[in-house]
T-cell receptor
Framework: DGGITQSPKYLFRKEGQNVTLSCEQN?????MYWYRQDPGQGLRLIYY???????QKGDIAEGYSVSREKKESFPLTVTSAQKNPTAFYLC?????????????FGQGTRLTVV | QKEVEQDPGPLSVPEGAIVSLNCTYS??????FMWYRQYSRKGPELLMY????GNKEDGRFTAQVDKSSKYISLFIRDSQPSDSATYLC??????????FGDGTTLTVKP
């Protein structure tokens, strides 16, 4: 089945540690996105990538880093510079060439700083 | 001021009620309007989309767009307990960038 897989589902981090969230898709989509969702709030764009080996900062990129070495994979690293990392993180992908293309979301990773 | 404002809720309605979910926006560059449904602890799923002013119907769901007023709505008829979820409006510009509302949590009680 085609889709987006995020792992792990739950992640705990000690303060000062970097952690990496995995996002893999087999939909053959060029564009991939990372969003952060806080309780009672919508999705805020962290980083996005329109093509392999290229990515751009979103609205809240500070304290995060990404890589796009393969079309299928777009991992997100939450660094120690992110002051409030506890949140629900969602990865999405879509065909950027289509004028209106549905974004397919993974099931999310809930990150908690302990 | 946010580009997209969504009625915050939460909403709690009895089964069978008509539900109205609403968003306003300020960016005239938005051309496409979407509604996503998100169940608890899951990723959002696209429910409906439209790109022109007017109504679009899909079963019990109707998406309404008024570009002149920069206002969109989602109506749910004969609401069911399975409709209980958070509904997110999203707007997309021609460059493909989407901006989401904060979501409205709906509970439909049997």
């Amino acid at each position: 089945d085609g889709g987006i897989t995020q792992s792990p589902k739950y992640l705990f981090r000690k303060e000062g540690q970097n952690v990496t969230l995995s996002c893999e898709q087999n939909l053959n989509h060029d564009a991939m996105y990372w969003y952060r969702q806080d309780p009672g709030q919508g999705l805020r764009l962290i980083y996005y990538s329109q093509i392999v080996n290229d990515f751009q900062k979103g609205d809240i990129a500070e304290g995060y880093s990404v890589s796009r070495e393969k079309k299928e994979s777009f991992p997100l690293t939450v660094t120690s510079a992110q002051k409030n990392p506890t949140a629900f993180y969602l990865c999405a992908s879509r065909h950027p060439q289509e004028t209106l293309a549905e974004a397919f979301f993974g099931q999310g990773t809930r990150l908690t700083v302990v | 001021q946010k580009e997209v404002e969504q009625d915050p809720g939460p909403l709690s309605v009895p089964e069978g009620a008509i539900v109205s979910l609403n968003c306003t926006y300020s960016n005239s560059a938005f051309q496409y309007f979407m509604w996503y449904r998100q169940y608890s602890r899951k990723g959002p799923e696209l429910l409906m989309y439209t790109y022109s002013s007017g109504n679009k119907e899909d079963g019990r769901f109707t998406a309404q767009v008024d570009k002149s007023s920069k206002y969109i709505s989602l109506f749910i008829r004969d609401s069911q307990p399975s409709d209980s979820a958070t509904y997110l409006c999203a707007m997309q510009d021609n460059a493909g960038k989407s901006t989401f509302g904060d979501g409205t949590t709906l509970t439909v009680k049997p």
